[in-house]
């Protein structure tokens, strides 16, 4: 068996350097594909080495650019590649440039695609990560999803249950296997290291990118107007060089760079930045991957979003969207900082993504699927007619796997009254309401 894995930007490298991991320890043979559409060989190639992951086998070089110009380039950089290395399944991870561009070159040629963190949705088609991560679902034949609502988004989707695993997130894995790494290295960046986080109280950690925050000159009035009465944190922002840029146009980096409780610093280096985190009380972003890292960190996070593709970090507690509302964040901050049972509860939120064995589970499921011959894509014999959808309510206590074997089915969604439950095999059906497909 051979992988191939599609990787685009540092977050993806964070999250699949333990599934790099799971695969190097069982000697299974891969193929590393790096678009390089964020930065430079000279600084990919140290990223890498930082995080103790071999070098890309292929870098594609495909620099910045609009999102058709750098998707194009991919896919046809990507092609090349498949092409010659032949793969049994090409991994992509996420809701990038580089994943849309991989699934869509894998699945014309054939070969079967598999979606690490499947199945997100913040329903919000503005978003460019959106669009790219639905694409990808819809060329998938695998799919490792976080968590049991995500793989819900993918069953009313009309994907099949058999293709969903439910494995957890890579960021829990990754975040142990890195935290480790970069405290064995200790802070590098200067800037970072004279604030001296070991004896600092009260650190709120603020990353701001998205472009509905800092190109709207109000939400970002809001928010400065925020910061300037948290004045009993010491609020560190690694500030982003547009945001940065922003704010000067708007006239309002002075303002916030002269506040003695704001400390604005470069961008960090990814081990740097963890370091950070784990040092602080709270984390006010807007990113969606660190809505992740916070609660495998458990530090709680104020989103600075009015919606996200990670709802179980808020269903779980961890998580309080605050969008750019003065009064909602300065109300959640202060109970954060104020209120000991509050900041304990968000602090102890049950993790929905896991232990940190996503990468087995991963591994594990695509082993099986090409031992029992289930990566090769074949045109189906019937279609449509093979089939006809059903709905009815389940009044006997029979499981998924038993009603599946007796009606020659396959359960599709599982309602208990209240919510959708995702069809696991040895779930009893008694007296749920289920749709399923018979086949002829």
């Known amino acids: 068996m051979k992988i191939a894995i599609v990787l685009g930007t540092r977050p993806e490298i964070i999250k699949m350097a333990p599934i790099i991991d799971e695969i190097e320890k069982r000697g299974i043979t891969s193929c590393l594909i790096h678009t390089g559409q964020h930065y430079d060989k000279e600084m990919s190639d140290n990223f890498f080495k930082d995080l103790e992951i071999k070098s890309p086998d292929y870098n594609i070089h495909v620099g910045s650019g609009s999102h058709g110009k750098q998707t194009g380039l991919m896919m046809k950089g990507i092609e090349e590649v498949l092409l010659d290395e032949k793969p049994d399944i090409v991994l992509v991870q996420g809701d990038t440039n580089a994943v849309l561009a991989g699934a869509l070159v894998a699945s014309k040629l054939h070969i079967a695609v598999g979606h690490v963190e499947a199945g997100l949705r913040s329903f919000d088609i503005t978003m460019p990560e959106e669009l790219n991560r639905m694409a990808a679902d819809a060329c998938s034949l695998m799919y490792f999803i976080p968590t049991e609502e995500s793989a819900i988004n993918l069953l009313a989707e009309g994907i099949s249950r058999k293709k969903l695993f439910i494995t957890g997130n890579t960021v829990v894995d990754a975040c142990f296997r890195h935290l480790e790494i970069a405290n064995k290295l200790g802070i590098q960046e200067e800037s970072l290291a004279s604030l001296d986080i070991e004896n600092m ?222 069809p696991l095999n040895d779930l009893n059906l008694k007296g749920m309401m289920i749709t399923y497909d018979v086949y002829q």
């Open 201 to 422: 109280n009260n650190i709120l950690t603020l990353t701001m990118h998205r472009a509905e925050n800092v190109d709207d000159k109000e939400r970002l009035i809001n928010i400065i107007s925020s910061l300037k009465e948290l004045k009993d944190m010491n609020i560190i922002f690694p500030i982003h060089p547009r945001t940065k840029k922003t704010l000067e146009n708007f006239n309002l980096f002075d303002e916030l760079n002269e506040l003695e409780h704001v400390h604005i610093i470069k961008p960090l280096g990814y081990l740097d930045f963890l370091i950070l985190t784990s040092h602080s009380t709270l984390i006010l972003t807007d990113s969606g991957g660190l809505q992740e890292e916070a609660i495998t960190l458990d530090v709680p996070v104020l989103t600075l979003r009015y919606n996200t593709e990670r709802p179980e970090t808020v269903s779980a507690g961890g998580n309080i969207l605050v969008g750019a509302n003065k009064k909602t964040i300065l109300e959640n901050a202060k109970k954060i900082l104020n209120d000991e049972e509050f900041a304990d509860k968000m602090k102890n939120a049950k993790n929905p993504y896991g232990n940190g064995d996503a990468a087995i589970k991963t591994i594990d499921a695509i082993e099986k699927a090409y031992n029992e011959g289930l990566l090769n894509i074949k045109s189906p014999e019937n279609i449509m007619s093979s089939f006809s959808r059903k709905m009815i309510k389940i009044n006997e206590d029979i499981s998924v796997g038993e009603f599946e074997e007796h009606e020659n089915a396959l359960v599709h969604m599982v309602f208990d009254g209240e919510k959708m439950i995702f």
